[in-house]
């Protein structure tokens, strides 16, 4: 028999997440999402006239605000783990080294509590994510990593000194045992008007496209039409393409 929750479906628990999670049964939980502090070096505060105002949240990291005890910890129950905050600590100084053993010990206890069946979407940027992608394939296992989902926050615009931060990152892991749901959203005339915006004679849908692509190598659709950078989409059955049209052919929706 799978192990029965211990707590209820729909609460809200406020305090130390760590705690509240240590205090739950293990793999009863379908679904974890993170919105973890990034490690972004800076201070945040409620703004005056807000419900929050007053709150404030510092995500600037030191050993001081890490429990020794969590070395240990993170070392006896997963070297690899430790070894990946270590090198951290190497090459970025011990603030990043204490904000991996800050979210370690927390992603220790979600693999614990996750379903085998389970889902986890981590949110994070670029501050630290590619150290949180190390410590989710030692935790939970780099098999069971999907994707990254690049989420874009913010218009284009430029930063000094660098191209402009617009995006932040969701690391998707999914169990062994994992169910796929496609996530469709049905399109309205307008929609359907937009995506598709010509007609053939018998009144059917369609838009113009482009049936080139990137060159990947020297198999199937290995012609190119022009140039070496380019190949057909798709295959013919003799392998010989004619050179493309000027103008873009059409693609019509099944």
């Known amino acids: 028999m799978p192990p029965e929750p211990n707590w209820a479906n729909r609460t809200i628990f406020t305090g130390d997440n ?49 429990d ?30 204490s904000y991996l053993i800050m979210m370690a010990v927390r992603l220790l206890e979600i693999q614990r509590l996750l379903k085998p069946d389970g889902s986890l979407y981590l949110h994070c940027d670029d501050a630290a994510g590619h150290y949180l992608k190390m410590l989710l394939d030692a935790i939970l296992g780099a098999a069971r990593y999907r994707n990254a989902i690049t989420w874009r926050r913010a218009t284009a615009h430029n930063d000094p000194g660098r191209y402009g931060r617009i995006s932040d990152y969701l690391l998707f892991y999914a169990g062994d045992e994992r169910t796929w749901n496609t996530v469709r959203i049905p399109l309205d005339d307008d929609g359907i008007a937009k995506a598709y915006p010509k007609r053939d004679a018998k009144g059917r849908r369609y838009r113009s496209d482009n049936l080139t692509g990137p060159m990947h190598g020297r198999g199937g659709a290995s012609q190119p039409p022009s140039g070496a950078a380019t190949t057909w989409r798709r295959a013919t059955a003799s392998g010989h393409h004619p050179e493309p049209a000027p103008t873009p052919t059409t693609s019509r929706p099944a």
Do not use: C
């Open 18 to 66: 760590l705690e509240v999670m240590r205090g739950m049964n293990t793999a009863t939980v379908d679904l974890i999402y993170l919105d973890p502090p990034f490690n972004s070096k800076a201070d945040y505060s409620a703004p005056i006239g807000s419900d929050a105002a007053g709150a404030a949240f510092k995500d600037t990291w030191t050993l001081s605000d890490v």
């Open 68 to 97: 020794l005890a969590w070395h240990g910890e993170i070392a006896e129950r997963q070297p690899a783990v430790y070894a990946i905050i270590d090198a951290a600590g190497i090459a970025h100084g011990p603030g990043m080294k």
